[in-house]
C-alpha cells in the first residue's frame, strides 16, 4: 500500500494538482464545474495562504491524490483564533476508500502545517454520508445546526475538539 504524503501546496504546480483533484471529484459526484467555477476554485487556492488559510495537497504514492483548504473560523462575533474551517476537502475518485481524505483531516488536526487550531468546523451535504463517516471517524460531531442551500439541498454543520 503507498505512503500517503501532505505538503502545503506552496506552488503553481501543486495547485494546478489541486485543482485537477477537485474537477475529478465534482465530475465523479455528478456536478461538472463550470470554467467559471473552476476559476473561482484556482484562486481561492493560489490566495488562500496570503489570507492565512491552510492548503494541503496530499500524494498517494506518486500520484495527486487529494487536497483541503480550511481557513480562519468567522462565527457570528468575528474571527475566532483557536477554530479553523475546512472550506474544501475532495479525493481523485479512483482512490476513495484509501485513507487519502482521513490522512489530510489528521495533518490539519495535528497543526502539521498551519496554525494548530483547537476545534474544526465544516458544514457538509446532509446526504453526503461518506464525508459524514470521514468526520465521524476523524472524532468530529454533529452539531446539530442546519441550513437550506439556494437548491433547496440541506446541510449540517461537524464540529472537532482537541482532546475531545
Not at 500500500?1 to 455528478?30: C, F, H, K, N, Y
Not at 476554485?41 to 500524494?59: Q, S
Not at 483531516?105 to 502539521?112: E, H, K, M, P, W
Not at 487550531?117 to 464525508?131: D, F, G, P, Y
Request: proline share 5%; net charge neutral; with cysteine.
Amino acid at each position: 500500500m503507498p505512503r500517503t504524503l501532505i505538503t502545503p501546496i506552496a506552488d503553481e504546480e501543486s495547485r494546478r494538482l489541486a485543482v485537477g483533484v477537485w474537477e475529478a471529484a465534482r465530475r465523479a459526484s455528478g456536478n461538472r464545474p463550470s470554467p467559471a467555477r473552476t476559476e473561482r476554485v484556482a484562486t481561492k487556492v493560489a490566495t488562500g495562504v496570503e489570507l492565512g488559510e491552510v492548503a494541503l495537497l496530499a500524494h498517494y504514492g506518486e500520484r495527486a491524490a487529494g487536497m483541503l483548504v480550511a481557513e480562519p473560523f468567522q462565527g457570528d462575533d468575528g474571527p475566532d483564533d483557536s477554530c479553523g474551517h475546512l472550506s474544501m476537502v475532495f479525493v481523485d475518485p479512483a482512490l476513495w476508500g484509501c485513507g487519502v481524505a482521513g490522512a489530510l483531516v489528521r495533518s490539519l488536526q495535528r497543526g502539521d502545517h498551519g496554525p494548530g487550531w483547537t476545534r474544526l468546523s465544516v458544514w457538509t451535504r446532509e446526504t453526503n454520508r461518506r464525508a459524514q463517516r470521514l468526520y465521524l471517524a476523524r472524532g468530529f460531531t454533529d452539531t446539530g445546526e442546519r441550513a437550506t442551500l439556494h437548491e433547496g439541498e440541506v446541510i449540517c454543520r461537524w464540529e472537532w475538539r482537541a482532546g475531545g
